[in-house]
């Protein structure tokens, strides 16, 4: 089975914190994705890569960075917490071009920022 | 991409099959139809696609009508797990020009399962 995990499920920072978000995978995907799930607003695209080294902005990138340097590890880092980043983070990876949308998510990241 | 209707909220009781229907009627020929669902607190679990043939693997079977402008997941034996928020999805399957994979979940259905 495809496994995707994440460095935490539940993160508290403070405003102006600089947070790291870890992903990794463990079958050789290509592609991985980060998003974002708030309640009434669903499921956002923040970034995505392609590649190793490789990243796209999705979405809502504003406030986010990313890093792919190797291929089963792609992190997102918040520069700078603010209060409206609080959310539950959802990692995401899949296989190739071909099969882009049959995609695994890790367990999610529900973080607060105070 | 295509929009899909999916009903609100819907029951079932355990041992039995639970069929969730998905309306698509404005989807192309290149269209794929996906299934993903989402358990509390849990990250969403992909489950199955197709293109017009019907789909079967470990977890469900998809049923796409003969003009595509609907489907039905099944569950064929739906346990207290199989609680959960289920999605129906409608994408080109291939990444490409503005395609780039993004997943975007409408409201879903509720699915209950009861003992």
């Known amino acids: 089975d495809v496994k995707v995990t994440q460095s935490s499920r539940y993160l508290v920072k403070r405003t102006g914190e600089k947070v790291f978000l870890e992903c990794v995978q463990d079958?050789?995907?290509?592609?991985m994705f980060w998003y974002r799930q708030d309640p009434g607003l669903g499921l956002r695209l923040i970034y995505f890569?392609?590649?190793?080294?490789?990243?796209e902005k999705g979405d809502i990138p504003e406030g986010y960075s990313v890093s792919r340097e190797k291929k089963e590890r792609f992190s997102l880092i918040l520069e700078s917490a603010s209060t409206n980043q609080t959310s539950m983070y959802l990692c995401?990876?899949?296989?190739?071009?071909?099969?882009?949308?049959?995609?695994?998510f890790g367990p999610g990241t529900r973080l607060t920022v105070l | 991409d295509a929009k899909t209707t999916q009903p609100t909220s819907m029951d079932c009781a355990e041992g039995r099959a639970a069929n969730l229907p998905c309306n698509h009627s404005?989807?192309?020929?290149?269209?794929?139809v996906y299934w993903y669902r989402q358990i509390h607190s849990q990250g969403p679990q992909y489950i199955i696609h197709?293109?017009?043939n019907n789909e079967t693997n470990e977890m469900a079977s998809l049923i796409i009508t003969e003009d595509r402008k609907s489907s039905t997941l099944i569950l064929p034996h739906a346990t207290l797990r199989d609680t959960a928020v289920y999605y129906c999805?409608?994408?080109?399957?291939?990444?490409?020009?503005?395609?780039?994979?993004?997943?975007?979940f409408g409201q879903g259905t509720i699915l209950t399962v009861h003992p």
């Open positions: 995401a990876s899949s296989s190739d071009r071909v099969a882009i949308f049959e995609q695994f």
């Open positions: 079958m050789d995907h290509e592609n």
């Open positions: 890569s392609y590649d190793v080294k490789m990243k």
């Open positions: 404005t989807i192309s020929g290149n269209e794929y």
């Open positions: 197709g293109l017009k």
């Open positions: 999805i409608v994408r080109v399957a291939i990444a490409g020009g503005t395609s780039y994979g993004k997943l975007t």
